[in-house]
């Protein structure tokens, strides 16, 4: 082997040696262009939509994979239809029936859903950020969906599953991110926000009794008059998080407790 050689072969090896990152489902808006077409029109019309759902008789009208961004959709009974993969970007479903519809994987960036029932719905993988929940009902739905800045105001969450997905390991912890969401008044009832990204979320006079918080990055979250009765938040990282001093007691377990902002 020359000595020409010996330094590319030696580099070549080492690149071949460095672990591997694997694409995260949740960060595919790095993947997609979306000033263009297929994620800013609609390919169908709201009166195409009320036509396929008038059309699937005995079962739920198929808009899986369809770009429908910035329609007017509220209002209407969408229970059970499938959008798994649409573009719903800045789509209205204000005041629409959603209850138990699949929406994995959607990008329904600023899409609004507010007064929308979605109970036991389907949100996997799905990009929502800066969505307006407010007021909706997501009691019993599964999510794992980036709503990053979303506003869910009083918005219903009793007994959904919001933890992270341990199954999909090797495609990154998929887990439901509500990052400086607006929580204001939720209800938590029962549901499991475990291993989340809590970071900076307002739960201001939310309803925790009965959740379990454990292992989430609650880091900077505004806890101030939040309902705790048996809330579980074992491992749960309140650094920075603003609570009241006479909920002390109810963040026994947690991490970086010394670190919380007392008020």
């Known amino acids: 082997m020359s000595s020409y050689n010996r330094p590319i072969i030696a580099v070549a090896l080492a690149l071949a040696l460095l672990p ?28 195409d939509v009320e036509a396929a759902l008038q059309g699937a008789k005995g079962h ?32 209205n479903f204000s005041g629409s ?19 929308a ?30 709503l990053s800045g979303a506003s869910m105001r009083k918005t219903k969450f009793k007994g959904a599953d919001l933890s992270a997905d341990m199954k999909n390991q090797s495609m990154g912890l998929i887990r439901a991110i509500l990052k400086s969401a607006d929580l204001t008044g939720a209800d938590f009832e029962e549901a499991n926000l475990a291993r989340d990204d809590l970071q900076f979320a307002k739960f201001t006079d939310s309803n925790l009794s009965r959740a379990s918080l454990s292992r989430a990055d609650a880091s900077g979250a505004d806890f101030r008059g939040a309902i705790l009765d048996h809330t579980n938040f ?14 002390e007691k109810a963040f026994a377990g947690a991490k970086n407790s010394a670190r919380a902002l007392k008020e």
């Open 20 to 47: 591997s990152t694997p694409a995260l489902p949740q960060d595919m808006m790095n993947q997609v262009d979306l000033s263009s077409p297929k994620y800013t029109t609609a390919e169908a019309t709201r009166a």
């Open 60 to 91: 739920p009208a198929d808009f899986s994979d369809k770009s429908l961004n910035g329609l007017d959709l509220s209002n209407l009974d969408l229970s059970g239809v499938d959008f798994r993969a649409a573009r719903l970007n800045k789509t």
């Open 97 to 115: 029936k959603l209850d138990g519809a699949t929406l994995d994987q959607v990008f329904a960036l600023q899409a609004d859903f507010s007064g």
């Open 117 to 146: 029932s979605l109970k036991n719905a389907h949100l996997f993988a799905s990009q929502m950020r800066g969505a307006n929940f407010d007021g909706a009902d997501l009691s019993g739905a599964r999510i794992t969906a980036d």
């Open 234 to 247: 074992s491992d749960t990282d309140i650094s920075s998080a603003r609570i009241d001093k006479a909920q």
